[in-house]
């Protein structure tokens, strides 16, 4: 009976990190409406992400970082390779909130793990230095003075990247930021809470469900470090929080 009930209490908060059943997917396909131009990819891995993102939105392109040297190298050589140069640039750096060469840690047989913690004592990590950028230098080098949708994946170091954005934030922009909270944030103590003071006076805040976006408060029972994503929308976009509602 406990596995059952389980099994059902995850379910229903939509524990699930995986991208086709968390709703991130479904996410992608209901704001293709929104006809984005500018995107970020930020933690790409292999690419998953970016590759549906193209697939949608036929006008966009995509700045996909991502910093573990050989997990890069799978997403130069797949995403374009398969879908071409012209929509895609891709960084093999890290953001964070100051730039910079910082530790992190590689897993060979669990790539998707890269992070600045060795926390996954069973499994084999490889230290390394990464090299490290915020968002609003990289903007500034660019020359891009608006970006559509933020994507955070890092491994619980999505504050970081969101305190490195704090230029871009503050003047409005970014439309869309997505963040995945969980588990890792107990090495970070950057709860949700924390997320809520930095964007909520600027962002409406949801939670990613498998066939929509629930927007709400805060509420301190959100607090259960079960993995999953968030939805931030820009309070000035009340259209694009329609289309995923």
């Known amino acids: ?6 099994f059902i209490e995850a379910a229903w908060h939509n524990d699930t990190a ?34 549906e993102a193209l697939s949608h939105w ?10 573990a040297p050989r997990t890069y190298a799978l ?22 909130d100051q730039g910079g060469l910082q530790t992190l840690y590689y897993y060979p047989d669990h790539p998707e793990l890269t992070g600045g913690v060795a926390r996954h004592v069973s499994l084999e990590a490889i230290p390394f230095e990464a090299r490290m950028e915020t968002l609003d230098r990289h903007c500034k080098q660019q020359g891009i003075q608006a970006i559509d949708y933020l994507k955070i994946d890092v491994e619980g170091a999505e504050h970081r990247v969101l305190k490195g954005a704090r230029e871009m934030i503050e003047a409005g922009a970014i ?6 909270h969980g588990a890792f944030w107990l090495d970070s103590r950057f709860l949700l809470r924390d997320y809520f003071d930095l964007l909520s006076q600027r962002y409406f805040i949801g939670k990613i469900f498998p066939k929509n976006v629930v927007f709400s408060d805060y509420d301190w029972r959100a607090e259960n470090l079960r ?18 509602e």
């Open 1 to 6: 009976m406990h596995k059952v009930s389980a």
């Open 58 to 67: 036929p006008n966009c392109n995509v700045h996909a970082f991502e910093v």
């Open 175 to 180: 439309s869309c930021i997505q963040f995945e």
């Open 227 to 244: 993995f999953s994503n968030y939805l931030c929308v820009s309070r000035h976009r009340p259209d694009l929080k329609r289309l995923v």
């Open 75 to 96: 997403l130069e050589g797949d995403i374009r390779g398969s879908l071409g140069r012209d929509r895609v640039e891709t960084h093999a750096i890290g953001l964070s």
């Open 18 to 51: 995986e991208f086709a059943v968390s709703g991130e997917r479904s996410v992608i396909q209901r704001l293709a409406p929104a006809d984005f131009r500018l995107v970020f990819d930020v933690g790409a891995s292999v690419g998953d992400w970016t590759r």
